[in-house]
């Protein structure tokens, strides 16, 4: 017997869906966080009539046809295992630029997705949910990666042990301020993925998982000083920061002034770095303007923290 | 100032130098754990008489001058940077069988260097004492690793996010039981790394430092399904088991009875199991027993726990 989702048709509900920082240095392709900023809105409302409407109020010019579209390609995906024909319609604000680095495409398919699960009274899981959204990430970039969904969905700073099958481990990790810089220039995800290497040596790869070992280790042990030392990449930085103009500046400049560490947001261009107080970010932020002063390039910062919470319901009162 | 070590000419202690697995699975290099079975006993007497004098009381014809003998060795690191000329005598009687994959030179030197540091007065930290150990590694194996040495010195699990620098993470892990066999034979530890493969593909290295990343939650968390998901190996197990007879059959009938998983010890050929009850550890025993009396090649067998305490004194009376 099938379960049947409960709904009310003409509800609506409005939620934020944050940016997220995946390849978190050493954890490429496995670890990713949720940020407080910036994040996009989303407000869906569930009807009778089949189908997904689209509507963007934002100037990015994106797609509005629900198979083009990035929120499209995950409800389609959850609508196709609701037993019930149901549609959507959406209206998006997205704050997050494509294209920057900052998991643009899955704030809008978590987002969508989320959304729609709290219109169908909670019908399906979390895990379920990220692989709805995965079809939006399969959109934008050809891979169903999950390094972005599930912490946009889950919060906080998330380990992706497997995606075939999928296997989520939420990490419980201590407050950290998160500065981000987004340099105005274009870095396309396959670019990014093309000039990887595609073999490495093991002296590397075990360089690597010893990190990745410190840094799970440090966000759960809550030890801030080793979280920082873990946090190094010999394989995946040394090749794609090449395509983010100023990084090594950015990085030296503030892990002298007292950043954990950070590294490339995604795949670029952003740029993130993590610190345990606030006036650390505060400073890094003026490190990230001034580097990108001089080089003369625009940017846009971001001083946030880490986002315990995930995808959130904003009340129709503070719309 | 120096500080002088404060020491008693003729004092005696014994100890107990446990048993350990390195290279846990996914952890090659970097991730290793204490036993409370096997463990070789040694007595050291520290004396105003410089220079290192050996002497075994088991059948192995370990060579016993100081610079050609693992404990030797260690010690000699450790009476390096002591200010003051002592020597020692050491009486050593070993139970782990040397090339057993199960750490026995690690035994050797780190219990040597504990029990020289419990005479001194614990003048030495436990990072120094991990730093003159691995003299003996060097000497055993031509590299100074770290991955027994620091389970046997710090018991437990322990992460060797850098050797160096040297840095090490204690992982504080739920129980666990650990099934052992060693089948009789040798696999030289130079000869295991020697059919290594010096370059692996990225995505094997991205599912691998999901695994480590898995399994340090797992042990962190004390979610053993979590652990038991994170114990794979996709890069050193296929080329090595190669080496060691009815692996595959151990590893398949173990886990199919419950095992949470495992894999060679070390460089091998010892094989070993983990698992959260008594009964199925002992269950694993029996299975090891009768795939190794199938192919008719002879096995020790160890059903133990981990060793949350490492290298400890056995007091004079129970000697």
Same mark, same amino acid.
């Given at each position: 017997?099938?379960?049947?989702?409960?709904?009310?048709?003409?509800?609506?509900?409005?939620?934020?869906?944050?940016?997220?920082?995946?390849?978190?240095?050493?954890?490429?392709?496995?670890?990713?966080?949720?940020?407080?900023?910036?994040?996009?809105? =989303?407000?869906?409302?569930?009807?009778?009539?089949?189908?997904?409407?689209?509507?963007?109020?934002?100037?990015?010019?994106?797609?509005?046809?629900?198979?083009?579209?990035?929120?499209?390609? /995950?409800?389609?995906?959850?609508?196709?295992?609701?037993?019930?024909?149901?549609?959507?319609?959406?209206?998006?604000?997205?704050?997050?630029?494509?294209?920057?680095?900052?998991?643009?495409?899955?704030?809008?398919?978590?987002?969508?997705?989320?959304?729609?699960?709290?219109?169908?009274?909670?019908?399906?899981?979390?895990?379920? =949910?990220?692989?709805?959204?995965?079809?939006?990430?399969?959109?934008?970039?050809?891979?169903?990666?999950?390094?972005?969904?599930?912490?946009?969905?889950?919060?906080?700073?998330?380990?992706?042990?497997?995606?075939?099958? =999928?296997?989520?481990?939420?990490?419980?990790?201590?407050?950290?301020?998160?500065?981000?810089?987004?340099?105005?220039?274009?870095?396309?995800?396959?670019?990014?993925?093309?000039?990887?290497?595609?073999?490495?040596? =093991?002296?590397?790869?075990?360089?690597?998982?010893?990190?990745?070992?410190?840094?799970?280790?440090?966000?759960?042990?809550?030890?801030?000083?080793?979280?920082?030392?873990?946090?190094?990449?010999?394989?995946?930085?040394?090749?794609?920061?090449?395509?983010?103009?100023?990084?090594?500046?950015?990085?030296?400049?503030?892990?002298?002034?007292?950043?954990?560490?950070?590294?490339?947001?995604?795949?670029?261009?952003?740029?993130?770095?993590?610190?345990?107080?606030?006036?650390? /970010?505060?400073?890094?932020?003026?490190?990230?303007?001034?580097?990108?002063?001089?080089?003369?390039?625009?940017?846009?910062?971001?001083?946030?923290?880490?986002?315990?919470?995930?995808?959130?319901?904003?009340?129709?009162?503070?719309?």
């Amino acid at each position: 017997m099938t379960i049947q989702p409960i709904y009310t048709p003409g509800q609506s509900i409005t939620v934020g869906a944050p940016a997220t920082v995946a390849n978190l240095v050493c954890g490429f392709d496995i670890l990713g966080l949720a940020l407080n900023a910036p994040q996009d809105i =989303l407000t869906l409302t569930i009807s009778d009539e089949p189908g997904i409407r689209i509507r963007h109020t934002d100037d990015y010019q994106l797609p509005v046809a629900p198979s083009a579209n990035v929120a499209g390609a /995950a409800l389609l995906a959850l609508l196709e295992t609701l037993p019930v024909p149901v549609g959507f319609d959406l209206v998006a604000h997205k704050h997050i630029k494509p294209g920057s680095g900052l998991g643009s495409s899955a704030a809008s398919a978590a987002g969508a997705v989320v959304a729609a699960n709290l219109l169908l009274n909670d019908y399906f899981s979390k895990p379920d =949910l990220v692989r709805f959204a995965m079809h939006g990430e399969k959109l934008a970039s050809g891979v169903k990666h999950a390094d972005n969904i599930t912490p946009c969905i889950y919060g906080g700073v998330t380990l992706i042990r497997s995606v075939f099958p =999928l296997d989520i481990v939420p990490l419980d990790a201590p407050p950290l301020f998160v500065t981000v810089v987004h340099p105005q220039i274009e870095v396309r995800t396959a670019d990014a993925r093309q000039i990887l290497k595609q073999q490495l040596p =093991l002296r590397d790869a075990i360089r690597q998982w010893g990190n990745i070992a410190g840094l799970v280790a440090g966000l759960l042990q809550k030890d801030y000083a080793l979280i920082g030392r873990s946090l190094e990449d010999v394989i995946i930085e040394p090749v794609r920061s090449i395509l983010i103009p100023g990084f090594d500046a950015v990085k030296q400049q503030c892990i002298e002034a007292g950043a954990l560490g950070g590294g490339i947001s995604g795949s670029g261009p952003s740029v993130f770095m993590l610190s345990e107080a606030e006036h650390t /970010a505060g400073q890094l932020e003026r490190i990230m303007q001034e580097v990108y002063a001089k080089i003369g390039l625009p940017c846009k910062t971001y001083v946030t923290t880490l986002n315990h919470h995930g995808v959130t319901v904003i009340p129709p009162s503070s719309i």
